[in-house]
C-alpha cells in the first residue's frame, strides 16, 4: 500500500502539470478551476504532511519533489506575467487610451478626476 502522503503528492503534482498545459493553452476558465483545485489539495497536502510522522528518507524524498514544484511555480509566475503583459497590450490595440493633452498632466488607462474649479461651494465646520 502507498504512502498516502505520497498518494497526494502525486495528485498535486497531476493537477500542477494540469494549471501548467492550461496556462501555456491560454484556457482561462479552466486555469482557473485547475489552479482553485491544486490550491485546495496543496493545502490538504500541507496537513497530512504536519500531522503524520515519516522517516527521514521519505522527507528528503519529499522535499526534493517540493522543491521541484518551487522551481516549478516560478515559472509559472513568469509565464503568468507574460500572458498578463500580452493581454494588456491586446487590450490598448482594441481599446487606445487617450492621448496625452497639452494642457494636464495627461490620463491613465481608466480615466481620471475631474478638474477642479478652484470655488469653494460649500464651508464645513
Do not use: C, H
Amino acid at each position: 500500500m502507498q504512502n498516502p502522503i505520497l498518494a497526494k503528492l502525486d495528485l498535486v503534482e497531476q493537477q500542477f502539470n494540469q494549471v501548467a498545459a492550461f496556462l501555456a493553452d491560454g484556457n482561462a476558465e479552466q486555469l482557473q478551476t485547475a489552479s482553485d483545485s491544486l490550491q485546495s489539495l496543496s493545502v490538504e497536502l500541507a496537513k497530512l504532511m504536519q500531522t503524520s510522522q515519516t522517516s527521514p528518507a521519505l522527507q528528503t524524498a519529499l522535499r526534493q519533489r517540493v522543491r521541484t514544484m518551487a522551481a516549478g511555480m516560478q515559472m509559472l509566475r513568469e509565464n503568468l506575467s507574460r500572458r498578463a503583459a500580452y493581454t494588456e497590450q491586446a487590450l490598448a490595440v482594441v481599446i487606445p487610451s487617450t492621448k496625452k493633452s497639452t494642457y494636464s498632466a495627461g490620463t491613465s488607462v481608466y480615466g481620471t478626476v475631474g478638474r477642479q474649479s478652484g470655488q469653494i461651494k460649500f464651508l464645513a465646520a
